[in-house]
């Protein structure tokens, strides 16, 4: 497997993105393309080149996304790098939890099947996600609050008021 990445500039932060012939596999908050790079254990890994349609449209539409003039997605999203409950869990909110709205961890796990008490296990499973932006791991929320965010809370809330689920706030 080849993965084929491209560093986005977006007003939120820089973002990576990584294909393969499957589909969009990763997409990082590291704008370095160190993640993209760190594929390399799972295959060949190269930086896009203008005859990689597929990379650059991702992009495009993250980009799109970015600047708040797009809700879905309408990319192939290649699952190779999930597996078990996460792959699970990241398909059950990617397939029922639209642009707009949120869900908590608790009602992820119910959703997806897992047993009684998996919230935790969802809030891991949520900072594992290889796929953020397009598998939306921003939507969900803890029941008091709104949790944990692996690139960080602020973000998580600029993220949710691009989205016009969160009002902005006076020092925006």
């Not at 986005?8 to 997409?27: K, Q, R, S």
């Not at 869990?89 to 998996?118: H, K």
Request: with cysteine; charged share 15%; glycine share 12%.
């Amino acid at each position: 497997m080849e993965f084929v990445w491209l560093t986005v500039p977006t007003p939120l932060v820089p973002l990576t993105v990584a294909v393969t012939g499957d589909g969009l596999a990763c997409v990082s908050f590291d704008g370095s393309g160190a993640t993209a790079r760190s594929l390399a254990r799972h295959g060949g890994v190269r930086p896009a080149s203008p005859h990689d349609p597929f990379v650059a449209e991702a992009a495009l539409q993250i980009s799109e996304w970015a600047h708040g003039e797009r809700q879905s997605f309408d990319l192939t999203v290649d699952w190779s790098l999930t597996s078990g409950p996460q792959e699970r869990v990241l398909r059950t909110l990617y397939e029922t939890v639209p642009f707009g709205t949120t869900i908590t961890y608790g009602e992820l796990a119910d959703r997806s099947g897992l047993p009684d008490g998996s919230a935790r296990l969802v809030g891991q499973i949520m900072g594992s996600n290889p796929i953020p932006v397009v598998v939306p791991c921003h939507r969900v929320l803890a029941s008091d609050g709104l949790g944990g965010y692996g690139p960080g809370i602020e973000l998580k809330r600029r993220i949710l008021v691009l989205e016009g689920i969160l009002q902005p706030s006076l020092f925006d």
